[in-house]
């Protein structure tokens, strides 16, 4: 793979050092639209390919270790392809210990794919698409390999905490960052908001929607501090930095614990779903 920038760089460090993060914090908690309930957020995205759709072919666009693309193979839909796309080759290589080896897995970036124009039913892609820089190139991309008619619907984040736990977080963290953390951008802005979104898409993708997905979660103090050590920006600090930021943020957390000493929180998640025109 060719040279990356900076923060894809880092983002191959950490996927190698936290390989399957990001299924191990959303896999096993149930999410919530104000339409239906879920079994977790992969399930979201699963449920745009259902049984009698037809779809042939199937992406999964920042596949990460493949939780997504197992939840699709198990069904055995009449889609007779799938394919993972991730930049990370640790996470291929969970993918793949997981995945039927008929599930093709590509390490490549989303900004230059390999697959075919027009071949492509359905683009999924969960908690990736917002952390990819050149976005205008990733869409550009999507719209490419996909079919006139095809669908594309993604999981990106909305509010990084749900409730009080995320004012703490916010109000903990940014002195710490300012004094310790380097600047490092993820992504586009645009993909920070519904507006952003809609002007990366609006004029590729037709019947654009967005719909709120919750994930709520009630953890210890302790267990949502050790939830937050495998995200981007704590794990980038110091270890003395790290080490302030426990102490202060554990401080801020146990005034939020409920009676069980749990805080009532979880993550805010958006879906889009959009046609290519």
Not at 9 to 26: I, N, V, W
Not at 64 to 74: E, V
Not at 123 to 139: F, P
Not at 182 to 189: E, M, N, Q, T, Y
Request: charged share 25%; proline share 4%; hydrophobic share 45%.
């Amino acid at each position: 793979m060719q040279s990356l920038p900076p923060a894809e760089d880092y983002l191959q460090d950490f996927h190698q050092r936290f390989t399957g993060a990001t299924s191990a914090a959303f896999g096993h908690l149930p999410a919530h639209s104000n339409s239906a309930a879920y079994t977790s957020s992969y399930h979201v995205l699963a449920s745009r390919v259902d049984d009698s759709s037809a779809a042939r072919v199937v992406v999964d666009l920042g596949c990460g270790d493949g939780y997504l693309l197992k939840l699709l193979a198990d069904r055995e839909l009449s889609a007779p392809r799938l394919i993972g796309v991730d930049m990370s080759q640790h996470e291929l290589d969970a993918a793949r210990k997981r995945l039927p080896d008929n599930v093709s897995l590509l390490r490549e970036r989303a900004q230059s794919l390999s697959i075919e124009t027009g071949t492509v039913d359905i683009v999924l892609s969960h908690m990736a698409v917002m952390l990819m820089g050149e976005a205008d190139r990733v869409v550009a991309e999507i719209r490419r390999i996909l079919r006139p008619g095809g669908v594309f619907a993604a999981i990106v984040g909305r509010e990084f905490l749900l409730g009080e736990a995320n004012d703490a977080l916010r109000e903990v963290f940014r002195p710490v960052a300012l004094n310790s953390l380097a600047p490092l951008a993820f992504g586009d802005r645009r993909t920070r908001d519904e507006a952003g979104w809609r002007e990366l898409l609006g004029s590729t993708f037709n019947a654009l929607a967005f719909e709120d997905v919750d994930v709520p979660w009630q953890p210890t103090p302790d267990a949502l501090w050790h939830s937050l050590l495998e995200t981007y920006d704590i794990d980038r600090l110091s270890d003395g930095a790290r080490r302030e930021l426990q102490r202060d943020l554990l401080s801020a957390f146990h005034r939020l614990t409920q009676a069980d000493g749990t805080i009532d929180t979880g993550f805010g998640l958006r879906l889009i779903h959009a046609y290519v025109l």
